[in-house]
């Protein structure tokens, strides 16, 4: 009995499965380089458990490629690269890893938003450029996160009430937000629990929102929740961040609206065909954008390392 792992995970999950006397074996062990297709089926074919990460598609050809395979681990919360009608047709069980990256995601959101506000990636540009010749009062001015000189509190809008965004909900304590969120039936009662912060139709949240972040899964539900009718009846003030997955993004409309002024920036983490990101976008400076590093603290991806190599031994010590 023995686990595919697809890419390298950090020390902590291999010596997880080590002391649990379990064997596995490295696909692709190049951090740089994706695991080819015809590995992944091979590996998947030689052990009973697949430890994956998100740059793995987990499609019905790789479940049905092992009748013996036991369990996919996947190093990720999000588990849309995985094919959840066929593992549940075929009787395989898929782990993840809640929780643990709740804080750091949550933190690398407001480290997007607060950039994408306050200009600061355009700020360090300018002056590694050397172009920092005088202070001037009105150099890269951005906009107020909390209320300021004026008063007015901003309103942040968060599509998605989960983990993450309960978590970002949270940290707009500090800013004296409005905080707003959209989310599902069932995540109603979640919303209505949390302290200030107030259910709203997702329409509603648009036009309200000076910041509107997003945290929902992907799923057939939510692929281009945010497309041109989204952009166009957001503030032209607006910020959007956008942490969860590309795909709920139409990017292509998105780069029209900030190019348009129909909002005035973006936070990017994740993108709708990553790695790659939309040409239009690359070339704005009212655009952050990151790769994909949502939960990239090392603490956070020793911990995820860790579950998904407990989640794979779980399943190959239920399978005995
Ligand atoms: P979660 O706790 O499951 O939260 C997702 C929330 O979205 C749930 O409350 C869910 O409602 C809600 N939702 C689902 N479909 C919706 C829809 N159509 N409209 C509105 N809300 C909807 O998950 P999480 O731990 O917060 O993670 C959220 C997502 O963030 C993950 O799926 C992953 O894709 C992404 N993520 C990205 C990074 C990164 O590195 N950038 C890191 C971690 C996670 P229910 O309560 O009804 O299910
Ligand atoms: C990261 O994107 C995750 O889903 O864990």
Redesign the pocket.
């Known amino acids: 009995m023995s686990v595919f792992v697809t890419r390298r995970i950090p020390q902590v999950g291999l010596d997880r499965l080590r002391e649990h006397g379990i064997e596995f074996e490295i696909g692709q062990p190049d951090d740089e380089r994706p695991l080819a297709r015809s590995s992944l089926l091979a590996g998947v074919r030689r052990h009973e458990v697949l430890l994956s990460l998100l740059t793995e598609r987990i499609d019905r050809e790789v479940l049905a490629a092992n009748p013996r395979l036991r369990g996919v681990s996947n190093m ?5 690269n995985i094919d959840l009608v066929a593992a549940r047709e075929l009787g395989i069980p898929v782990g993840n890893t ?2 643990v ?2 804080s ?2 949550a933190d ?1 959101t407001w480290a997007l938003l607060l950039a994408a506000a306050r200009r600061v990636v355009e700020a360090h540009a300018f002056m590694v450029a050397g172009r920092y010749d005088l202070w001037g009062p009105e150099l890269l001015c951005g906009v107020d996160v909390g209320p300021g000189v004026t008063g007015r509190r901003k309103t942040l809008g968060i ?9 970002v909900a949270q940290r707009a304590r500090g800013f004296e937000m409005e905080v707003l969120a ?6 109603r009662a ?1 919303i209505d629990a949390a302290p200030d912060v107030e259910a709203c139709r ?1 329409e509603d949240l648009l036009e309200r929102s000076d910041f509107v972040s997003v ?5 057939e ?2 692929r281009h ?1 945010f497309g041109a009718d989204a952009f166009r009846r957001m503030k032209r003030q607006a910020v959007f961040v956008n ?3 590309g795909p709920v993004v139409d990017e292509a409309a998105l780069a029209t609206a900030l190019t348009g002024g129909e909002i005035a920036a973006a936070g990017l ?2 993108y709708e065909h990553e790695p790659r990101m939309v040409p239009e976008l690359r070339d704005l400076t009212n655009v952050v954008c990151l790769p ?5 603290t090392v603490d956070t991806r020793d911990r995820m390392a860790t579950m998904a190599a407990d989640n794979a031994v779980r399943f190959l010590t239920s399978a005995e």
Request: proline content about 4%.
């Open positions: 990720a919360v999000g588990v849309d809640p929780d990256l709740t750091a995601t690398l599509v998605g009430f989960g983990r993450i965004g309960a978590a959209s989310g599902t039936e069932a995540s979640r997702f945290h929902v899964p992907l799923t539900a939510t929740m942490t969860s997955r983490d994740v994909h590093i949502g939960s990239a």
